[in-house]
């Protein structure tokens, strides 16, 4: 069973504030994601890293930005919340290139 | 051309049949292959992996792949009104890039 966990799971907040995202996982993984679903719509992949001290951007332009300093913790911030950043956030991790990706279960975010 | 491309369905079998799930993919690089099952609100579940040509059983889940196709399947026998969700394919090269997803409704 996969142990990655999200907090919090529901937020909502007020334009204008900064916000993180908390994400750690148990396993051990080096690579963890970062993505962005609307309801009943693709993920996409905003933020990712192959371990510590290494992040890249995903294919989805962000306003957010993410650090990997422990293996096990890869939180998201967003530095002005906007209406337009209302969204499901949902972070994985995987072992290794031949291992599927486990999810955390979401952050639902709400900006007003 | 999106790089991995499912049927967005609503896709309805009746309770007990065989439900078949199909996707493609662009990037014949693509070495990994992956099924996810999500029921609304909830995040992705991993159900099925796949990473050579041929079937691949896990109880009611056959994943099926043809790399020369490029082509990836899966199927459920004996579907139960539980497996109602929306399944995406994800293939996996530095990233993992996932399928819109089909919705898969069991009539009981």
């Known amino acids: 069973e996969a142990d990655i966990y999200q907090t919090p799971r529901y937020l909502v907040i007020g334009t204008g504030k900064k916000i993180t995202l908390e994400c750690s996982q148990t396993m051990g993984h080096d690579k963890m994601y970062w993505y962005q679903q609307d309801p009943g719509m693709e993920l996409h992949l905003i933020h990712y890293s192959y371990g510590v001290n290494s992040t890249e951007k995903g294919d989805l332009s962000s306003e957010s930005t993410v650090s990997r300093i422990r293996t096990e913790h890869f939180p998201l911030t967003l530095e002005s919340a906007r209406p337009s950043h209302t969204s499901q956030y949902l972070c994985?991790?995987?072992?290794?290139?031949?291992?599927?990706?486990?999810f955390g279960q979401g952050t639902r975010l709400t900006v007003v | 051309q999106k790089e991995v491309e499912q049927n967005s369905g609503p896709l309805s079998v009746p309770e007990g049949a065989i439900a078949s799930l199909n996707c493609t993919y662009s990037d014949r690089v693509s070495q990994s292959f992956f099924w996810y099952r999500q029921y609304s609100g909830k995040s992705p579940e991993l159900i099925m992996s796949i990473y050579s040509n041929g079937d691949k059983e896990d109880g009611r889940f056959t994943a099926q792949l043809n790399k020369a196709s490029q082509y990836v399947s899966l199927l459920i026998r004996d579907s139960q009104p539980s497996d109602s969700a929306t399944y995406l394919c994800?293939?996996?090269?530095?990233?993992?890039?996932f399928g819109t997803g089909t919705r898969l409704k069991v009539l009981a």
């Open positions: 994985a991790s995987s072992a290794d290139r031949e291992s599927g990706a486990f």
């Open positions: 994800a293939v996996k090269t530095y990233k993992y890039i």
